[in-house]
């Protein structure tokens, strides 16, 4: 009988352990997990933004609306499989609030549901497939980058207005690659002479560049993110055909891959809604301190990583840390209340930002150092994402 | 008519230099009964120590023969540390132990040098590109590595077929026991062999350079296809890596140049577009199943 009564007693006390522990911990800390590539070829994009994270706390003098950070990290090694198995660690083990991150379209799309299924807030600073910013939307999921169309979007429109036609267009075969060339199409009227998916990850695109020379266009559209845009420009340079067809693309230049291609990237043109040299003082002041620190140019997969840390920190900040309350946590992002390094925005019905999108153009840099991405003008102002019709979200 | 010898030109460019690889990972299963996962990691070694030798010496040729040099030590030191007690190990534990090998390198590399892609460009005498004949130009670069690749595999196959430590490589091949018997250093040999096998891999992999990333983790991309070579070619043979490595070069290449127009002959455009490009990504895959199933030995099985 008394076995049986100290049984219970402490069974109780464990079972009310368990019940207080995520309640207090939650209310001591802020958790966020931070999930990336750190490991592989693509490892050094997870980098640039695991290091803007870390200035981004910096700045914040490591506490959100009073409460200190804790920030746990998480490589998802370029797999969807492995995304969602970190998340369910962080979730399950390290009883995150916020799940923040992800590069890749593919990995969004499997870790995204596991974070909000789980009532968790899921703040991307990447990847924006066009299923989460239209008919799967989710009141919990909010990405602070943009949505994967609207930057081909933007070069789709400039090559139209400046009266391109005859164009080539190739990406590799995966969601993003889709959206990309998606996105141009939407916005580029004139005609397509080819659209070319190639493999992920692929190094060696001389089989595609032959073919596409055979086909003479009028200019070439791409989108090969990370390494695979430094080998495509290299072998494009290689095979002379730079002079002959002029190549546009997205998110292939950027501050990774110039110092690596270096003179191979000049007078590249791309679109996008940030740049290091974007005129306000957030950003002045973002890429000043990341040059300080790290030695080296940001770049934008950085950029929109420290922002989804401030834009944590503002719902923090207007909840009063109170945490439980992912409504209003959501809420208070919707009114994207910071100082962001792209200056002011809004969000969308579908939690999705609406943005400028700017021309930039690789001009010379300073004598004895790489090329720099330059603004030359704004392509679209507050510009919306096609898939926000198809959200059922209301606020 | 034009695009298709280039598009065999290029198929065989890609099967030369899978072939550097191929040819010393089938000698190290071949002989030493060995499967090496780090085999990739001797090919980034190699390129890493080409763009480090260049711009010490800032000589290209230096750079190229102290990266030879530097990868054959390197991989004499990894067969004598790490891989000499699991010659008699099964090989689930070899595929471990050299898995752990290939984390190992990526994190040194990426410790010595960084996780950023590294700046390289082809010498100035090898940029820009040939007129072969008609409308074709072909970039200079991939020309020279389709000659150094065809050089390197008559010399290997001279060494192999005409030279007494060729006869060993081979009799060590058929008959490992036998040859250790007959009074013969195999300890030695093995190490030779593997150094040579890195020596190969680093080749290929400073070949890579100019042309592709170096970046950590080059290695693994590529390991995948070199691996259907050896499957395709027969494991331990030469003549097999060779046949292997042009054979698949040949596919992927011309898979992936003519297989979507192909298909939309046949299905509607909009069917080619999309079973085109996954289509083309499998077929080596798809040539190795087909190997396995008819001759599970490969083409040119090395114990004939």
Not at chain 1, 35 to 60: C, F, R, W, Y
Not at chain 1, 178 to 202: A, C, H, N, P, S
Request: net charge positive.
């Amino acid at each position: 009988m008394l076995r049986n009564a100290t049984h219970a007693v402490v069974v109780g006390a464990i079972a009310a352990l368990f019940a207080a522990a995520p309640a207090t911990a939650q209310q001591k800390s802020v958790k966020i997990g931070f999930i990336t590539t750190l490991s592989g070829p693509q490892g050094v994009i997870g980098e640039h933004m695991k290091n803007s994270v870390e200035l981004a706390l910096d700045h914040l003098g490591r506490k959100m609306g009073g409460l200190p950070v804790e920030v746990i990290y998480g490589d998802d090694q370029f797999k969807p499989d492995v995304g969602v198995q970190v998340a369910q660690e962080m979730l399950s083990k390290h009883q995150v609030d916020f799940v923040s991150g992800i590069i890749w379209s593919n990995v969004m799309m499997a870790v995204s549901p596991t974070v909000t299924s789980k009532g968790k807030i899921m703040v991307g600073t990447n990847a924006g497939p066009s299923p989460l910013a239209g008919a799967q939307c989710n009141k919990l999921h909010i990405n602070v980058s943009w949505q994967n169309d609207q930057t081909p979007e933007a070069m789709g429109k400039y090559m139209q207005d400046e009266g391109i036609n005859d164009v080539y267009i190739m990406a590799p075969n995966y969601q993003a690659g889709k959206d990309m060339l998606t996105g141009f199409k939407r916005y580029f009227k004139g005609r397509i002479v080819d659209e070319v998916y190639t493999k992920m990850g692929q190094s060696d695109y001389q089989a595609e560049l032959s073919q596409l020379r055979a086909k003479k266009p009028k200019a070439v559209f791409v989108f090969y993110p990370g390494g695979m845009g430094i080998s495509f420009l290299r072998q494009y340079s290689e095979a002379g055909l730079r002079s002959q067809f002029p190549l546009y693309s997205v998110y292939t230049v950027d501050e990774i891959t110039i110092p690596a291609v270096k003179h191979a990237a000049l007078g590249q043109i791309e679109t996008r809604y940030w740049s290091p040299d974007l005129k306000n003082a957030a950003n002045q002041k973002y890429v000043a301190d990341y040059r300080k620190k790290y030695g080296k140019w940001p770049v934008f997969y950085g950029a929109q990583s420290y922002d989804g840390m401030l834009l944590i920190d503002s719902a923090v900040r207007a909840t009063k840390g109170n945490l439980k309350d992912t409504d209003a946590l959501i809420r208070a992002m919707r009114k994207a209340d910071f100082s962001s390094i792209r200056g002011k925005f809004t969000f969308g019905n579908n939690n999705h930002p609406i943005q400028n999108f700017y021309l930039l153009k690789t001009v010379a840099g300073p004598a004895g150092q790489d090329p720099v991405m330059e603004i030359q003008k704004a392509v679209f102002t507050n510009h919306k994402d096609a898939y926000a019709g198809e959200c059922k979200l209301k606020w | 008519m034009i695009l298709v010898i280039e598009q065999a030109l290029n198929g065989l460019q890609l099967g030369v230099m899978l072939f550097l690889l191929a040819a010393g990972l089938t000698l190290v299963f071949g002989i030493m009964n060995l499967v090496n996962l780090a085999h990739g990691s001797l090919y980034m070694v190699g390129a890493y120590l080409w763009v480090a030798f260049a711009q010490l010496t800032g000589s290209y040729v230096l750079g190229v023969v102290l990266a030879l040099a530097g990868a054959l030590v390197v991989g004499m030191l990894v067969e004598i540390i790490a891989l000499r007690t699991l010659y008699e190990r099964d090989h689930l534990d070899q595929v471990l132990a050299t898995f752990g090998l290939i984390l190992f390198f990526n994190e040194l590399v990426a410790i010595l040098w960084g996780r950023s892609a590294l700046y390289t460009s082809a010498p100035s005498w090898l940029s820009g590109h040939v007129e072969l004949f008609g409308d074709l130009r072909y970039p200079a670069y991939r020309l020279a590595t389709i000659a150094v690749g065809l050089a390197v595999a008559a010399l290997l196959w001279y060494v192999v077929a005409r030279t007494r430590l060729g006869m060993l490589v081979r009799a060590g091949a058929s008959n490992r026991t036998m040859v250790a018997a007959l009074g013969v250093n195999i300890r030695l040999l093995y190490t030779v062999v593997f150094g040579f096998g890195a020596a190969l891999a680093g080749l290929a992999g400073l070949m890579a350079g100019p042309i592709y990333v170096v970046e950590p983790g080059m290695g693994e991309q590529v390991l995948i296809q070199v691996f259907v070579v050896i499957v395709v070619g027969g494991i331990g043979s030469i003549r097999g890596a060779f046949a292997g490595a042009l054979i698949v070069g040949m596919v992927d290449t011309l898979g992936r140049a003519f297989l979507k127009p192909a298909l939309a002959t046949i299905w509607s455009p909009v069917v080619a577009d999309t079973a085109g490009p996954a289509l083309a990504s499998m077929l080596i895959y798809l040539l190795m199943a087909i190997v396995l199933a008819l001759r599970p030995e490969g083409l040119f099985p090395a114990r004939a």
